[in-house]
């Protein structure tokens, strides 16, 4: 079933979409249809690998990569260790 939506395109793209269409020699909504089609596939292999779940060992991996620095030269060491 389509669903009637109004979309905005810059005025290079709907010419574009146009010339695309009648080389094609289908309509131009039919045309928006299977690139809209086209670059949803694309942009969900993008989100997908964009939020990959990291798995225990690969944040320890990132975790042993990625240290943080203590406060350096300081008294604490002096006082929290008894040196």
Known sequence: MLVRTQILLEE?????LQKLAEMAGVSMSKMA???IA???KVEKKQVKK???KT???E???WLSEH???GPGDSEYD???YDL
Do not use: C, D, M, S
């Open 38 to 40: 086209h670059g949803v």
């Open 12 to 16: 290079k793209q709907k010419l574009e």
């Open 50 to 52: 964009a939020t990959k």
């Open 59 to 61: 944040f320890l991996t």
């Open 33 to 35: 249809r299977n690139t």
């Open 78 to 80: 002096k006082y929290a």
């Open 55 to 57: 798995t225990g060992v």
């Open 67 to 69: 240290p943080v620095h």
